[in-house]
DNA sequence: ATCAGCTATTGAGACGTCTCAATATTGAAT
DNA sequence: ATTCAATATTGAGACGTCTCAATAGCTGAT
């Protein structure tokens, strides 16, 4: 293929002239300009500059020009200026693909932040997580790529993502016991890392997690404090770790102070506002109804309270209601949760997941975080 | 480099032997694999099944092959089943970064769904959008990339993405006046499509848009027939198109039937809840107050529920509350809303920007879906 | 049997980058 | 001046796919 230099030549005309002329040229000789534009059009020469042209212009190899533009330390300083110059004045661009290709790795990485049309899974902590995992892997040249799971054989759209090369690893959040996904990959040795992990039995992979079993019992001490002990859990069904993991911190916590919980103080919901509400109620018609309601979302916190403020109970007057993960619309609605470092969980999650990809695993690949309780009037009227 | 049929060749095993040896090979004869895996270590050889390694085992060209694979008509069924066969026993994954540096496409499309750390700039919908986005490319099979845009500058953000080949082009949406965005794209003739457009000046690009200025006109016409004469609006300071639009249908509206509006019927405020909930205080406090207050979102008519609840306010007997965009809490708060179709956006949007990207625009690249009316009991108590 | 006109297959090369091994240049020490 | 050891640069080739131009194979008509 012919290159600039080529149609430069062959026009006789200075490099840079023939990179003019079929730029824009508007402020070249029309004359000059239209052989360009012809000679280009012989050679069949379309303009996109590459390393090649650099090295053309700088007078210089092609692998130099490689070596110069990723700061490589064998070139000399004057040498790599002369490089960076000529890329500066061609206006290059990398092509990313072509790195890839060549070095084996996409620069981009997979997360499924959406389980397809469950409704029951939609959350705004993980809308928050993403957001910041995307920060994150761009501070560090990366992309994210944002796919859907079907309800069925998920692992097979995370098998294909990676064997087609189009991604280097994965974020996964929303681990299940047994989670096919994490079988898959494992058995692939595709990298991944998720948000999650800490209660599944024994677990291999990486992963960064936040003690939920403590957080709610910091909630459940901040509410005996306040003199409640009929507090009363709503929570998911059983069967995901973390809310396995919630339920069980509200046990321990409870029994450590010799409270005995009925049955009826605890209710299961899905993740959707009527059904929580419905949980609500089912709790307050409980034989010694609670005085506080411990929720392990806020979601469901939310359908709690639209509940109470339709019956009229007050709260905190009447019932004291706390949530989990410190949803934007908790602030708002004065309602106590449990803040987690989403932040600077991503933040390592990254860092461990490259670890992973670059085959050298982090020494600390599974790490906990601890929450934080932040406490609101809803919580705010001691018995 | 060495092949896979080298290492066969040399071990002296046909290829398959070889292929299983090197891929898990536990049925196989300790010493054959042995020796495989010893002839490959000296030549080097790391499996990974290319086009090349199907073209070795079926017997033909390795052209054949990327034609076979790819349904091309010119190749004969028969061949076509062999390369497949073959195919399908080495497990042939197609590497997609090699396709893409040969053709010049990435097949992955750039979305940016938050604007960083603004959060007025939530929004539901979008998140809702973005999903039904990203499952109309992966039926076209593309992905979809998702990236972060800063508050300055975000256009470099994006002729950055296309300029080292990540992307081949965007859907945008938020779009505002002068929308610099929508400037750097034209002049880098960088495909794209949008979510909104119609309410700018003379949009020259492709979009699809809901007509929100007849949505509007619904709502009140709705509020009208309930009797209701004294609507308020709440709704985002102007300054964005759609938000002007939606402002506009209800001036169009009132003045048809001949209601003037008092400056005090108006509130703006920020998409946030507590900015929302002050908004509708100061509309409830107005001269002649509204006995409806007519939200130009979902979360805006949060806010103001929130504000009505807490001053003992009922909905709808003592006023009337109704939203936009139809976020499933406001069914389950039971207020009205109006649904926009944005599944059939999304597929038409996805399309759209296919023949951008193609060079064959469509020939609807401006298209405009119409909104609905979704009734519930905020608004169901006639005067 | 030959040939024209198909259709099916082949083989080579290009996409743009990185990186290894080989060569050239430099500088310091003799 | 010469030599040796760094240091700097070069040049070629490979990554895996697609696609063009060229060749081979086939069919049916002469």
Redesign the interface.
Known sequence: MATLKDVAQRASVPMLTAFEALNNGHALDPEIRQRVLQTADQLNYSLKITQNDIADLAGVAKGTVSYALNNSSLIKPATRQKVLDAAQVLGY??????R??RTNR?G?IGYSW?V?DD?SR?NNLL?RF??RV??AA?KRNH??????QPQENADRVYE?LI????VDGFIISDVSYNDPRLARLSAMGAPFAAFGGMYLPAPDFAFADVDSKSGVKMVVNHLLDQGHERIGLLTRHPGMPFGDAREAGYHEAMSAVGIDVPKDWIAYTLNV??DA?AAAQQLMSAKHPPTAILCTNDLMAF?AK?YL?GVGMRIPQDVALTGYDDD??SE??GITSVRQPIDEIAEMLFDILLGEINGEPCAERQVIFYPELVVRQSTEFPR
């Open positions: 661009h990398l092509n990313i693909t072509a890839n290709l996409a981009v959406h397809a409704p939609m809308d993403i957001y995307t920060a761009e992309h994210m790529l944002t796919f859907l294909n064997s087609i090369s189009r506002l009527t509400a359908g639209s403020d934007p619309t708002f609605l």
